[in-house]
């Protein structure tokens, strides 16, 4: 049964950099069926699609938050990572990690709040 | 980017009864659409793909339909566990990938 599962700092202080890990167990990262994504709800909001990777390191992201977000894979730890730089308040979020079956996200991870705040 | 309209925001309704949900596109999507059910702090479930597929595990109540720029979710005979908060997403025009602001649906 695949699993995912995010990691990393709750709190993250304004202007540096939101770093999570998503880990998958019970399959392989390097499925050449999937890209990994990752998605994003502000509490009480909806949800907002951040960016995706297949296991090659090919992404693609949200326009609106590109020039600040970095996703990359590590297929030899079967992880994929989200970086988002000079975060402000408005990046307050619960993060959630998620396989793309080209389009829908069918499998996803718990969540991990990060808070933006010095 | 593509923007989807869900109606109703919220929902009102009892056990038992029949519920439909309208997503709109901002523009033509084919069937790219996807529904999802979420439960407070829960993470989003894939109910349906493809506008009208369910995915594997999903009872038989909910079912989707609709083409192009108009969809609905129908849950024909409402359980207690379905009172959630439910989003459309489409993934014809990508990035970005774009949902809906969501329909919460309370118990009446």
Do not use: H
């Amino acid at each position: 049964q695949l699993q995912l599962q995010e990691s990393g700092p709750g709190l993250v202080k304004p202007s540096e950099t939101l770093s999570l890990t998503c880990t998958v167990s019970g399959g392989s990262i390097s499925s050449s069926s999937y890209y990994w994504g990752w998605i994003r709800q502000p509490p009480g909001k909806g949800l907002e699609w951040i960016g995706s990777i297949y296991y090659s390191g090919s992404t693609y992201y949200n326009p609106s938050l590109k020039s600040r977000v970095t996703i990359s894979v590590d297929t030899s730890k079967n992880q994929f990572s989200l970086k988002l730089s000079s975060v402000t308040a408005a990046d307050t979020a619960v993060y959630y990690c998620a396989r793309d079956d080209y389009g829908g996200f069918d499998i996803w991870g718990q969540g991990t709040m990060v808070t933006v705040s010095s | 980017a593509i923007r989807m309209t869900q109606s109703p925001s919220s929902l009102s309704a009892s056990t038992g009864d029949r519920v439909t949900i309208t997503c709109r596109a901002s523009q033509g999507i084919s069937s790219y659409l996807a529904w999802y059910q979420q439960k407070p702090g829960k993470a989003p479930k894939l109910l349906i793909y493809a506008a009208s597929t369910l995915q594997s595990g999903v009872p038989s109540r909910f079912s989707g339909s609709g083409s192009g720029t108009d969809f609905t979710l129908t849950i024909s005979c409402l359980q207690s566990e379905d009172f959630a908060t439910y989003y459309c997403q489409q993934y014809y025009s990508y990035p970005p990938y774009s949902f809906g602001q969501g329909t919460k649906l309370e118990i009446k």
